[in-house]
């Protein structure tokens, strides 16, 4: 790790989740330096692009950019110029590239992305859906859902539904208990997906461990057993194939790859077979 800080300048007019993903995406590559990001979201008119210039100037670094107006995208590379600092417009090769493809000019309207359309509330549907069947709850029309996620605790089957719901997926959550049934409606359910969700047994006492230690509950179960624990995810895996559910050890997987490895499931699932 060195000990220079760098500094990087994340400039947007809307929330700044756009220019984010793709910074972070790229630091993971560099992991050996001191980076700090100053995010500038909903940069509109000139007095918000003169405070990011102002910004800039204490403490230069990296430019990167995700601004659709004219106005704005000329007075901060004018800044970066003058000031003599990197800078890189993220959507201005992909618009116009789109722009000679369509053979029409972009229209150039901040925040276009979360405009309240039907998406958009598709999405706040699915999102109400996932925090109504979180944990098993309301299992009574579980084949509304989209996807129903399954797996013993820790597994998460929370995040990653919350995470589908973001992409406006309907998605349930059912965890495995040990020498419990799964709910009756899992077998009259038709339409959803069922993805079963493994993980290795080692992996999961240490994140029930520490999940035990945050609410101060030290006293060692079976939740938390090595043996036990091996013997329930043994179980769980025999309940998926039982069942000829797809199934996805996110043991080594981020939430957003288990969420992406679903999306491409149910696409596979809602295809009418050949």
Not at 230 to 249: G, M, N, Q, S, Y
């Amino acid at each position: 790790m060195t000990t220079q800080p760098y500094h990087i300048h994340l400039v947007s007019d809307s929330t700044g989740e756009t220019v984010g993903t793709v910074a972070r995406a790229c630091l993971v590559q560099f992991t050996d330096f001191d980076v700090e990001e100053h995010i500038w979201p909903m940069v509109r008119n000139a007095k918000q692009v003169a405070e990011v210039v102002a910004g800039i100037e204490a403490e230069p670094g990296l430019v990167l950019y995700t601004l659709v107006s004219d106005a704005s995208v000329e007075a901060l590379e004018k800044a970066c110029r003058r000031l003599k600092v990197p800078y890189i417009g993220l959507l201005n090769p992909v618009i116009a590239a789109m722009g000679h493809l369509f053979g029409s000019e972009a229209r150039h309207r901040p925040g276009r992305q979360h405009i309240m359309d039907a998406g958009y509330f598709g999405r706040i549907d699915a999102m109400q859906f996932v925090l109504g069947h979180d944990d098993g709850q309301m299992t009574k029309d579980l084949d509304q859902a989209d996807v129903v996620v399954v797996g013993v605790s820790r597994s998460s089957k929370t995040p990653t539904c919350v995470y589908l719901a973001n992409r406006g997926i309907k998605a349930a959550n059912i965890p495995v208990v040990p020498g419990g049934p799964l709910p009756p409606e899992v077998d009259d359910a038709t339409k959803p997906l069922f993805v079963g969700l493994t993980t290795d047994a080692k992996s999961l006492v240490y994140l029930r461990r520490n999940r035990m230690r945050s609410i101060k509950e030290d006293a060692e179960t079976d939740y938390t057993d090595l043996d036990s624990v091996t013997d329930e995810v043994t179980a769980a895996r025999r309940l998926f194939a039982e069942r000829a559910w797809p199934v996805i050890d996110v043991s080594r997987r981020s939430v957003e790859e288990t969420a992406t490895n679903i999306m491409q499931l149910l696409k596979r699932h809602r295809e009418p077979p050949a």
